[in-house]
Each structure stands twice: as C-alpha cells, then as structure tokens.
C-alpha cells in the first residue's frame, strides 16, 4: 500500500467572520454583506454562469460526442484556444476533472493553473470516495494512500477508518488544488441488486452507514476540503443505473425517512455543504416519474422545507442517461433550478443549457430572485474555503 506524505495532512487554516457556512469541524464564517455587494455588482451571464460545474470538454466545442466512453478518448489534459475562447463568453463557477483528464503531477499542476485563470473564478471538484471511484487514488503516477471501498471500511464498524479516509482524502485533495470532493456516498445499499452503488455506499444499516458518512466529512473539513454526500434521496434501493436511463424506488417518504433520511439528515446535523441529487423516480412520493433531479417536491418541499437544508443543491451529472434520454440540455438545467438545484454539474450541451438558462431569465421562466439565492450560496461557499 502506497502511503501518504504528512506534508498533505496538514488542515488549512480558516479565518472567522460574521455567518458560518460549512461543515460541523471548520465552522468557518464569511460576512453576508461582503456576499451581497458581490452579488450585486454581478451581470446576469455572470451569475448564470456560477450555476454551472461542467468538464473542461464543455469549453471545447470541436469535440463530439454520445457518452462517457468516447469523451473519455479525447484525453482533454491541457488547455487550447478554443477553450480560452468559448470561456470569454461562457464562464462557469466550477469545473470538475476525471480520471481521463489527469496524467501526473506535473501535467495536473499546469492544467489548474491554466483553467484557474478561466473567467467564472471556478471551484475544482473531483470524484474521490475510494475503491473504483478515485481519480487520483487510482492513478498509478500520484503516490498517495489508495483506500477501498467505502463498503469495506463500513464493515469494521469504527468511524475512526472513515474519519482518516476523509482527513488523507482532504489533505491529498488540497494540495493539488481541488476545492469539492463529491463524496462519501450517503446511500443506504438495501437492494443486493443495486448495479451502481454497492460497496460504494458504507452499510445497508443507515445508522452506521450515518455514522460513517458524518466522520468521512469530518475529516474532509478539516483539511479545508468541501464535502458532497449523495445520491439525494437514496439511490441504494434501485435496480438500475441513472447512468444509462431511468431508474426508480418504489419506497414512500415514511419508508425513507426511516431508512435513507436517517443518513442524510445526519449530514445535514454536521452542516454538510453540498448535496447531490439523484437522477431517479420517486412516483410514491411525487405521484409521476420526474427525476429527483427535475423535482420541486423532492429538492423544495423536502429537502429544503422539511429536512431544513440551507447548502448547495448539485446535480448529479446531468448527462446521464435518464436525462439525456428525455430532456435536452435547456430543459434540464431550467427544470433543476425550477425544482430546487443550485449547480448544474456537466450538462451534455454547456453552451446550450446556459443560453437555455440566460434566456429563461431574461423572459420571465425564472425570476432573477430565484437565481440569486443559489448564487448566493455558491459565492459563500467560495469565500469559505478560500479564507
């Protein structure tokens, strides 16, 4: 096993001013009235452009392509003029890098520093849970500590493994520059038949799958890491991948509050920052098939207003298949924000989904309010992990 340098351990430290944003460990503060005058001196393109995290692909529109495998071929791994030129009118308030995007350090170190400059003041995120899903733990050319999956760890029943995963994952994180893990997975894996989060997820007992899940961001904090638990509201209990079309649980909300709410309220208890939606069907509770994602009564009159959740609504990747299959990429982003989301991960079609965006703006489809609050919370975030 490879192990991890104590240079990436130590935690940032984090200033303290008026309103806390964060997670449980860090508490750190940042002053609403700093956030406002941002807020204000913004144009719209500007704050339409907060609401995206997209892939460095998004800037570059010579390339083509039907799904993740053939994206994947192109090995985007530096920035070129056509990205540079697409940003100038397309900012985006994040980026995130997959493993076809990283080579080594060296290649790593320059493409950040190149893509930091982009118009936007982009966040950095990654997926980094552990076991198959690990852009960096499982690239040979980066020597940091490679952990299993999530499930494993859960086994041993002591959140003192999930704390350090989380605290090694954090410090390896930060001193490449990333800003978001989206991680741990928050599901609870009760279906054995589950073909996408398995051992991704920490148990198939909610309590210790909660229990795991608020150590794991506990110790992403404090490296000065920001967490992201998903898939909201449970992707355990599905037979099938959202990755590819549409999936569903057949569960109510009373089945689910005593199941997979159990985990995400705990993280909502230890002030998780961001939350990721899950592109499944929930026809018990909303009485139709619209994803999650798409959904006013799963993100607002549940998530929100019921569980009482302040942070960042993220999607999950919107082009996976069950969005892909159904909407294109305007509609999807306009009905996430409609429904509650804050940041539209990945659309298929960048350029598209933001003129859809811009466009529902200016007519009257969303109101400038609406975009605000979720900038707001996109630019508090920003100013916490850059304190």
């Known amino acids: 096993m490879k192990h991890l340098t104590t240079k990436f351990l130590i935690p ?34 500007e704050k339409v452009g907060q609401l995206f995290c997209v892939r ?11 799904t993740y495998t053939k994206i994947a071929t192109y090995q985007l791994q530096a920035v ?65 500590e490679k952990f299993p999956a999530m499930g494993e760890i859960g086994k041993t029943g002591d959140t003192k493994n999930a704390l350090r995963a989380g605290k090694v994952i954090g410090g390896y994180l930060r001193h490449y520059g990333f800003d ?11 279906n054995p038949k589950n073909p996408v989060i398995g051992a991704r997820a ?5 309590k210790v799958a909660a229990d795991m899940v608020t150590a794991f961001l506990k110790g992403l904090d404090e490296t000065g890491v920001a967490g992201c638990v998903k898939h909201f509201p449970g992707h355990g209990d599905t037979q099938t991948d959202s990755h590819y079309g549409y999936a569903q649980t057949t569960k109510t909300w009373e089945e689910m509050l005593s199941c997979e709410m159990v985990t995400f309220k705990a993280a ?15 026809p ?36 996976m298949g069950a969005i892909t299959r159904q909407y ?33 703006v200016e007519n009257g489809t969303l109101s400038e309010e609406r975009i605000d609050e979720s900038v707001r919370r996109v630019l508090t975030l920003k100013a916490s992990l850059r304190k």
């Not at 909502?268 to 929930?282: D, E, N, S, W």
């Open 12 to 45: 940032a430290v984090l200033s303290a001013l008026t309103v806390s944003c964060g997670s449980n460990a860090a508490k750190t503060q940042v002053n609403p009235d700093l956030i406002e005058k941002q807020l204000q001196e913004m144009t719209l393109r």
């Open 56 to 66: 460095p692909e998004a800037f570059d529109v010579a390339l083509e392509w039907d």
């Open 80 to 144: 070129n003029e056509q990205m540079v030129k697409v940003n100038a009118e397309y900012p985006a308030g994040g980026i995130i890098l997959f493993a076809h995007n990283i080579k080594d350090e060296p290649q790593l170190a320059a493409f950040m520093k190149d893509l930091r400059a982009f118009n936007g003041d982009p966040l950095f995120y990654v997926d980094e849970e552990g076991g198959r899903v690990a852009r960096i733990g499982n690239n040979e050319n980066f020597q940091v």
């Open 180 to 190: 978001v893990d989206l991680a741990p997975v928050a599901d609870v894996n009760t």
């Open 202 to 206: 920490f148990s198939d007992d909610p």
């Open 268 to 282: 909502i208890k230890a002030g998780v920052p961001m939350i990721m939606t899950a592109h499944i069907g929930t």
């Open 284 to 319: 018990a509770i909303t009485g139709d098939e619209t994803p999650a994602t798409l959904s006013p009564v799963i993100l607002t009159d549940k998530l929100r207003n019921e569980l009482g959740y302040k942070g960042i609504i993220i999607t999950d990747g919107m082009a």
């Open 328 to 360: 294109n990429s305007a509609e999807a982003a306009i009905l996430s924000l409609k429904a509650g989301a804050d940041i539209i991960l990945g659309p298929k079609d960048f350029i598209e989904a933001f003129d859809g965006v811009l466009g529902a």
